[in-house]
């Protein structure tokens, strides 16, 4: 059973960067695992943030494009997501997800593991 545990979320102003992480457990090399971050603001909806799979290829949201990374580290099997030049409409939970098959990334029912979420704030 994949678990999804993160970390890194805090509170940071206008501008400024955080990294988050997302350890994965129970989980075995497989090529058709995809991986992705999504967020999810009081009284909106989650919304896909970043994805990518196992054969390199990553999909952003429009609103992220140019500021946020997401990459793996396949040895130590730790998703990351790198926020820059971060904004107040990126406030929020931040979770991270994986699943098999994703046709697409930043569509949350394409997933069937979740962490619990990290909470990130950024203040003007």
């Known amino acids: 059973q994949v678990q999804l545990v993160e970390s890194g979320g805090g509170s940071v102003q206008a501008g400024g960067s955080l990294r988050l992480s997302c350890a994965v457990a129970?989980?075995?090399?497989?090529?058709?695992?995809?991986w992705a971050w999504f967020r999810q603001a009081p009284g909106k909806e989650r919304e896909g943030v970043a994805g990518c799979d196992n054969d390199g290829r990553t999909h952003y949201a429009d609103s992220v494009k140019g500021r946020f990374t997401i990459s793996r580290d396949n040895a130590k099997n730790i998703l990351y997501l790198q926020m820059n030049s971060l904004k107040p409409e990126d406030t929020g939970i931040y979770y991270c997800?994986?699943?098999?098959?994703?046709?697409?990334?930043?569509?949350?029912?394409?997933?069937?593991?979740w962490g619990q979420g990290t909470q990130v704030t950024v203040s003007s």
């Open positions: 997800a994986a699943g098999r098959y994703i046709a697409s990334m930043l569509d949350p029912y394409e997933y069937t593991h």
């Open positions: 129970g989980y075995s090399y497989d090529r058709y695992y995809g």
